[in-house]
């Protein structure tokens, strides 16, 4: 299926679900899937955004901006997942009790505002990683539009830059507690950390970057291309200063680089056990 056929399918998806409240984040999916629905739907659609220590400041400035530009309605809630102690703990399924948590109050939401249903900005290569999110997703019966169309994220970004979208060469973006390794707890401090860090790189230039935490360590991953830069022993100083700076002990460079959930690599994902190999 060509790609403007799957826009197409995209569009008659949105309109067949007659009304709809998008879980919106502001990264390049929600921001897309927004502006589709936005398009077919008109004032039948809302923008439900949750605001909360694990999502960066950064973006849900962005997610308001874009909503008030373009004149789509607006509801912002705080989360609240530090709350649940499920969630604290950071298991493996961690993601779980959070979105179960967060589409169950933009179900609420949309209930309040007549809205008939409720989706998501999953694509077609979400399935491709370990999402126990996407669990969630279903257990509440919200869709995923771009999934149902065949989306991928590559192809969302070139949609995305046809329709003059701001976030169509946007970095990756994901909820901080993915930043940590499954069974350390998480809290406010430490989130703060790794947000004020990942916000440090992005200032030095590095496009698409994060800190993950293991303890007190921060573990750097930048794209593979931008490795160089970090053996540069001048700046590679001042990012360890300043990180230790925000809190950390110690500061290490990932030799392989960005990579999308890899603090999934210690799982084994087909048994749903750890990999101690």
């Not at 149902?148 to 701001?166: M, Q, Y």
């Not at 430490?190 to 790189?201: D, N, Q, S, T, W």
């Not at 303890?215 to 160089?228: D, F, N, P, S, T």
């Amino acid at each position: 299926m060509g790609l403007q056929e799957k826009y197409r399918k995209l569009q008659q998806n949105l309109k067949d679900l007659g009304s709809v409240a998008i879980a919106f984040s502001g990264g390049v999916d929600s921001v897309f899937l927004l502006k589709a629905a936005h398009d077919v739907l008109g004032s039948r659609v809302l923008a439900v955004t949750a605001c909360s220590p694990s999502f960066p400041k950064q973006e849900a400035e962005e997610a308001k901006r874009f909503c008030k530009e373009n004149g789509i309605r607006q509801v912002t809630f705080l989360s609240g997942e530090l709350e649940s102690e499920e969630f604290r703990k950071n298991p493996p399924d961690r993601c779980y009790f959070c979105k179960r948590r967060i589409f169950g109050k933009v179900q609420e939401i949309a209930r309040q505002n007549q809205i008939e249903a409720v989706a998501d900005g999953a694509n077609a290569d979400d399935g491709a990683d370990y999402r126990p999110g996407m669990k969630a997703a279903r257990e509440l019966g919200v869709c995923s539009p771009l999934q149902e169309a065949g989306l991928s994220k590559a192809e969302i970004r070139e949609l995305s830059r046809k329709l003059g979208l701001f976030s169509w060469d946007k970095p990756s973006s994901a909820c901080l507690a993915s930043r940590f390794v499954y069974g350390e707890a998480i809290n406010e401090k430490k989130l703060g950390m790794v947000e004020e860090a990942e916000r440090f790189l992005s200032e030095l230039g590095f496009c698409q970057s994060r800190v993950r935490m293991h303890g007190m360590l921060a573990r750097i991953e930048v794209q593979k291309e931008e490795l160089h830069k970090i053996a540069n022993e001048k700046l590679g100083m001042q990012i360890s200063e300043r990180l230790k700076e925000i809190g950390f002990t110690y500061v290490a460079l990932d030799l392989e680089g960005y990579r999308m959930g890899s603090m999934n690599e210690t799982l084994d994902i087909r048994k749903g056990k750890e990999n101690n190999e």
